[in-house]
């Protein structure tokens, strides 16, 4: 179905207990009142939800269903997939009320501790052998991906590693993170640097769009350096090379700040420079390297009307008042209110450079 997200729109809201050995919704649940949605990527199961009901259910898996009519059309978005963990319970005398905290299919990995001196041996290849792990671990499914990396060394757990420390830990070394789908399963994402991703949808400020007014922009200058030094030495000596941002147009600048914050590199990287660089070469590495440490991140919170993002999609902000011109960013947390309207509450990261 193509929805329009900009136009109206009933919203509603089902929710399906799911049979973990099939994963596929079983049955309708008709006692939920409403529920919350948390989604973020620094989490260890990358979110949780609250889900409010009329009856006391004990531990189960409920997949949530955002349900649209549009021009007649209806169609379901899943939400996500969580188990039922920690039910609070209140009777005011005629109904019972529940309130409980669900969490994401991670959870059950999150649950189990790897053995003593358990390990992977060296040559094996890694997104299989997390895979093979994942799905003798967990009951949910996980979806398989194809990597040729391979081990260089026997990978063995830590002492007090859980398994959802262990594959995170073993899945990096492949340049992949864990996910979850719409459905709940537990896929894997590359890393991705923010300049390689295209935005999959804009936010702007016109009367058609769904974000909301209010917006907040938050970073952080600590420890951003406006100096940088580096020194390389050979056969023939010492070399220093200094570069500074004294740029009055720069927030981080000497003149802005009002005082040198230098950063000192005595150890530059293999083949970053030529056997015997020039003093021009030195120069030039250091002026780059105050350029790449200029970079700033910056955190974007908005609210806007339910739209089909996730947590590591790109998206594009173009809200000129805060002097966001059509910037690229990452989404790293969302929160779904699952009632009428279906607010979501997005925070996502950007960086900028602050010299040029």
Known sequence: ?????TKSMSQSFEYYYVDPATWKDVKLIKTVKSSSIDRDLTADTLGSATIDLDEIIGECYIRIYLVINQNEVKDRIPLGTYLIQTPQVSYDGKVHSVSADAYTPLLELKEKKVPLGYFIPKDSNIMDQAYNVIKDKCRCPVVKTINDKTLSYNFISN???TYDVYIKDLISLANYSFGL???????FMPYQDLSSLKPIWTFTSDNSSILFPEISLKHDYYGIPNVVEVIYNDSRGVMKAVAKNEDPGSPISIINRGREIVYSNEKIPAGELPTYPTQEMLDLYAK?????LSNVEYKISFSHGYCPVKLGDCVRIDYPKMGLNGVKAKIISQKIKCTTGCSVTTTAVLNKSLWN
Request: aromatic fraction near 10%; charged fraction near 35%; charge should be negative.
């Open 159 to 161: 002492y007090d590693d």
């Open 288 to 292: 780059k390297l105050l350029q790449n």
């Open 1 to 5: 179905m193509n929805i329009d997200w």
């Open 181 to 187: 789908d719409e459905l709940g399963r537990i896929i």
